[in-house]
């Protein structure tokens, strides 16, 4: 007899993986990254959220188990990821989707922080919440780092603020055990960062768009978001980030920004990398 076998599907962990494979065929140009990407969301939106309500495991073809704070963190993150690697406007409709019910279903505004369970969760003698970063990131930090990321691209002041309370009460305790919470860290960093928001505008797979993403991921820079706009799809939301955001006469154009003020559009991925590094340098 061959050994059990745990065929599982957990939404947190494909939210990982998805992230992962997102970021990882942005920066190396690899297609079938991408493609098991937005198969594994595809599935994961459709399977494990029947009925608007996001659930947890998926197994012999049935989605159970109310979905908790790491499950909506970390699709979250992983659907911002695949929007800039695809420039599809569905992901981050979806991920602000999945943001505001993850705010209303887990934030105490009270206790200024979040809950691993929902307030729709079965009764339980005390609401549970873990901020330890272990081998997976906690579902508190992954909900502030998501808050950030979405605060950057749509500017709505309630995403940051709410992370912003949440990171002033964890603070004290990262400078006694830092190692108990990378992801912590990051997402302070992000928010203490003068943040970079780029915008691609352009067909994903063309020639001069991925001139301009070559440049682009050349560097790793973690206050970055990266915004992509097709020119036959429209924005999933209103955003200055996508106002007036036109390629020059069908030529890929990008847009570098910061706090939603931005440097003039460039077609020349010379010009962008100068941009990048220029502001990188000012900070």
């Given at each position: 007899?061959?050994?059990?076998?745990?065929?599982?599907?957990?939404?947190?962990?494909?939210?990982?993986?998805?992230?992962?494979?997102?970021?990882?065929?942005?920066?190396?140009?690899?297609?079938?990254?991408?493609?098991?990407a937005e198969?594994?969301?595809?599935?994961?939106?459709?399977?494990?959220?029947?009925?608007?309500?996001?659930?947890?495991?998926?197994?012999?073809?049935?989605?159970?188990?109310?979905?908790?704070?790491?499950?909506?963190?970390?699709?979250?993150?992983?659907?911002?990821?695949?929007?800039?690697?695809?420039f599809s406007?569905?992901?981050?409709?979806?991920?602000?989707?999945?943001?505001?019910?993850?705010?209303?279903?887990?934030?105490?505004?009270?206790?200024?922080?979040?809950?691993?369970?929902?307030?729709?969760?079965?009764?339980?003698?005390?609401?549970?919440?873990?901020?330890?970063?272990?081998?997976?990131?906690?579902?508190?930090?992954?909900?502030?780092?998501?808050?950030?990321?979405?605060?950057?691209?749509?500017?709505?002041?309630?995403?940051?603020?709410?992370?912003?309370?949440?990171?002033?009460?964890?603070?004290?305790?990262?400078?006694?055990?830092?190692?108990?919470?990378?992801?912590?860290?990051?997402?302070?960093?992000?928010?203490?960062?003068?943040?970079?928001?780029?915008?691609?505008?352009?067909?994903?797979?063309?020639?001069?768009?991925?001139?301009?993403?070559?440049?682009?991921?050349?560097?790793?820079?973690?206050?970055?978001?990266?915004?992509?706009?097709?020119?036959?799809?429209?924005?999933?939301?209103?955003?200055?980030?996508?106002?007036?955001?036109?390629?020059?006469?069908?030529?890929?154009?990008?847009?570098?920004?910061?706090?939603?003020?931005?440097?003039?559009?460039?077609?020349?991925?010379?010009?962008?990398?100068t941009q990048?590094?220029?502001?990188?340098?000012?900070?």
């Amino acid at each position: 007899m061959p050994p059990a076998t745990d065929d599982k599907v957990l939404t947190a962990w494909n939210g990982l993986a998805i992230r992962a494979l997102a970021e990882a065929s942005a920066v190396f140009n690899e297609l079938r990254f991408r493609e098991a990407a937005e198969r594994a969301a595809t599935f994961v939106l459709g399977a494990m959220r029947p009925e608007g309500r996001l659930l947890r495991t998926w197994k012999d073809g049935r989605a159970h188990l109310l979905g908790y704070l790491e499950d909506y963190a970390l699709l979250i993150n992983a659907l911002i990821s695949l929007h800039a690697a695809t420039f599809s406007h569905s992901w981050l409709h979806a991920a602000r989707e999945l943001t505001d019910e993850m705010l209303d279903l887990f934030w105490d505004n009270d206790a200024e922080c979040f809950f691993d369970v929902g307030t729709d969760h079965e009764q339980l003698i005390i609401r549970p919440r873990d901020t330890f970063d272990n081998a997976m990131p906690s579902g508190s930090s992954a909900a502030a780092e998501a808050l950030l990321r979405m605060g950057m691209i749509t500017g709505d002041e309630v995403y940051s603020g709410t992370a912003a309370r949440q990171l002033r009460g964890i603070v004290p305790l990262l400078a006694s055990s830092p190692l108990g919470y990378g992801n912590w860290l990051k997402a302070v960093e992000l928010y203490l960062a003068e943040p970079q928001e780029v915008v691609i505008v352009g067909a994903p797979d063309a020639a001069d768009t991925r001139a301009m993403l070559s440049t682009l991921y050349a560097s790793y820079q973690p206050s970055r978001v990266v915004v992509g706009v097709a020119p036959d799809e429209a924005t999933p939301f209103e955003s200055l980030l996508f106002e007036g955001r036109t390629s020059a006469n069908g030529v890929a154009q990008a847009y570098v920004c910061s706090g939603f003020h931005c440097d003039l559009p460039t077609t020349d991925p010379e010009v962008l990398g100068t941009q990048l590094g220029g502001m990188q340098r000012s900070r």
